[in-house]
C-alpha cells in the first residue's frame, strides 16, 4: 500500500534517518519507537508530504486518505459533535454539494448525492460520532455543546475523535493517550484493534503499544529497523540482537589484539616477518 524505498531524511543539517526501506499494509498497527528527537514526527511529517526526502522513494498504491490529530483546537461556537464530524472530508463536501444541487434546483445532481451518502453512511455519521464521543469521555449532554466551552485536554480527546471519525486508509497517531483517562485509553485500545487503516502509533506508553500494535518501527541511530510483534516482543529481540552484536564485538577484538601480538613479536624475525 504504501513504500519506503532507500529513503534519507535530514533536517537542517541533521541527518534523522538514511537507507530506511520498508512497506506499510491496510490493517497493520505499527509503533514507532525511539528517543526524543530521534525524527517520529518528522517521519509523520514525510508521510503526510509536508517533507521532501533527501534521497530515495516513497511509492502509494492509489489515492490514500491521511487521517493526523490536530494540535490546536479553535475556540467556536461550533458543537462539539458537528466539529467531530468536520473530520470526514467526504462527508462534508458531499453535504455542501447536496445544499448547492437544491439551491440550483437540479434533481439529478440531488438523486446522486444521496446515493453517495448512502454508500458512505453519511445519514448515520451523527449516530456513529456520538458513541465515538462517548468512548472518550464525553457525556450525552455535552455533545452539543460549543467547542469553546471545553479546557484544553478536552478540546484534544475531540480532535482525536476528528481524526478517528475519518473513513482513513492511513491513520498517524503521535501520542494520543497523553489526554486521557484509562476509560478512555482501554476504550481507544479495542477501537483500534477493529479499525479497518494502517496505523501508526507514537507513543511512550508501553501497555498502550502492546495492546494495541503487531509490528515496531525502531529509530536507532540514523536506522530504521523494522521488528514483528508487540513492544514487549521488540525490547526482548532488540536485547537478544545487542547481545549477540556485543559477543561478536568481544570475539573481534580478540581476534585484533591476537594479531597485533603475533605482528608486534614477529615482524622483525626474518623467518616471521612475511607472514606477520
Not at 475519518?166 to 481507544?188: F, G, Q, S, Y
Amino acid at each position: 500500500m504504501l513504500s519506503l524505498n532507500d529513503l534519507t531524511l535530514r533536517i537542517g543539517s541533521k541527518l534523522l534517518f538514511e537507507h530506511a526501506s520498508f512497506t506499510l499494509y491496510r490493517g497493520e498497527k505499527i509503533g514507532i519507537v525511539g528517543p526524543n528527537g530521534a525524527g517520529k514526527t518528522s517521519l509523520f511529517r514525510l508521510l503526510l508530504g509536508e517533507l521532501e526526502a533527501d534521497q530515495g522513494s516513497l511509492e502509494v498504491a492509489g489515492a490514500l486518505r491521511y487521517a493526523t490529530v490536530k494540535q490546536e483546537t479553535p475556540g467556536v461556537d461550533m458543537s462539539a459533535i458537528d466539529y467531530v464530524l468536520d473530520g470526514d472530508p467526504v462527508l462534508r463536501q458531499l453535504q455542501a454539494d447536496e445544499l448547492k444541487a437544491i439551491d440550483a434546483g437540479d434533481a439529478d445532481a440531488i438523486a446522486k448525492i444521496h446515493e453517495e451518502l448512502a454508500h458512505i453512511d453519511g445519514y448515520t455519521a451523527s449516530a456513529r460520532a456520538a458513541p465515538l464521543m462517548a468512548g472518550l469521555g464525553f457525556a450525552s449532554d455535552e455533545l452539543n455543546r460549543p467547542v469553546k466551552s471545553f479546557s484544553g485536554g478536552w478540546r484534544m480527546r475531540l480532535n482525536l475523535a476528528q481524526a478517528l471519525i475519518c473513513r482513513a486508509d492511513v491513520l498517524l497517531l503521535d501520542e494520543p493517550t497523553n489526554h486521557l483517562d484509562l476509560d478512555a485509553i482501554l476504550w481507544l485500545e479495542k477501537f483500534l484493534k477493529d479499525f479497518d487503516a494502517c496505523v501508526l502509533i507514537i507513543s511512550h506508553d508501553r501497555d498502550f503499544l502492546d495492546a494495541t500494535i503487531r509490528r515496531v518501527i525502531h529509530f536507532d541511530g540514523v536506522e530504521l529497523n523494522c521488528y514483528a510483534g508487540d513492544f514487549s516482543q521488540f525490547e526482548r529481540m532488540r536485547s537478544e540482537r545487542m547481545s549477540q552484536a556485543q559477543s561478536a564485538f568481544v570475539r573481534q577484538e580478540r581476534t585484533r589484539a591476537h594479531l597485533e601480538s603475533f605482528i608486534t613479536r614477529f615482524k622483525a624475525k626474518a623467518s616471521k616477518a612475511k607472514q606477520a
